[in-house]
């Protein structure tokens, strides 16, 4: 009889320490959730090294593992494409390469890279993702930024990437939203016609840029209508033309 109270006390302790140890195993899942950002809700396309091969001033240059100034974070510098920022209180940003293409922007018959970065802010939860451009000539020791553009985020109304067509130094750049240049980045405008869902657009905005040797100028803005409404699973178009 003392021999199966001992046994049923032992399993008792051993199922208590195995509870336990599963406790702390799911806590530990669950705080390493709340401190690394979610990956972008819509599918991206996988990142490409480029879009076709590099001139030769660029051949050398590893756009992946590339240094990028940021509104978000300052400096950043990615390894093997990618770069992650957490917070303590949970969420975080994280940077990601995407493409490099080559166009003449400055119109003296040499080309210039164009890189492309997306970056996914998350918090109670996550805003879609955002466009940053950056536009480069060779340099004796490495590439010169010469311009740069932040799109917003295509969750609620932070002028969020429709489309991006660049011409030589022309470039047609389409945002969700009535959106306002602002420098390299963009502000949203209140629209009547806006629900206030998390991934709703009623209208997109057309800006059309000229290069003028130093950075791109508005030549043009004009708002259009988007009846479609939902911007989640929008394939941006994203071309570079030289």
């Known amino acids: 009889m003392k021999r199966a109270v001992v046994l049923v006390i032992v399993a008792l302790a051993t199922s208590t320490n195995c509870s336990n140890e ?3 195993e799911n806590n530990a899942r669950r705080a390493e959730v709340t401190t ?4 972008a809700p819509k599918p991206e396309r996988p990142a490409s090294e480029d879009l076709r091969s590099a001139p030769p001033e660029f051949r050398s240059v590893d756009f992946k593992n590339f240094s990028y100034p940021t509104n978000i974070r300052g400096n950043i510098t990615l390894k093997d494409g990618e770069q992650i920022f957490n917070n303590r209180e949970g969420g975080g940003d994280m940077f990601r390469f995407v493409e490099v293409g080559y166009a ?5 018959g040499k080309e210039e890279a164009i890189a492309r970065l997306s ?3 998350c918090g109670a939860s ?3 993702g955002s466009d940053l451009f950056y536009f480069y000539s060779s340099g004796t020791n ?3 930024l010469l311009s740069r553009l932040e799109t917003g985020s295509v969750s609620y109304s ?6 991006f067509e660049l011409n030589k130094s022309n470039l047609t750049l389409e945002l969700f939203q009535i959106c306002q240049n602002k420098g ?3 502000r949203s405008l209140p629209d009547p016609k806006n629900r206030g869902g998390k991934f709703e657009a009623q209208s997109f905005t057309r800006f059309r840029y000229v290069f003028n040797g130093d950075r791109f100028v508005v030549r043009h803005r004009k708002v259009f209508p988007f009846p479609q409404g939902d911007v989640q699973n929008h394939e941006e178009t994203v071309v570079f033309n030289n």
């Open 119 to 121: 970056v996914v802010s």
């Open 126 to 128: 996550c805003d879609g």
């Open 104 to 108: 003449d922007l400055t119109g003296d």
């Open 184 to 186: 390299i980045s963009f």
């Open 36 to 39: 690394t950002p979610v990956s």
């Open 158 to 163: 932070e002028c969020g990437l429709k489309a």
């Open 142 to 144: 490495e590439p010169r």
């Open 22 to 24: 599963r406790a702390a």
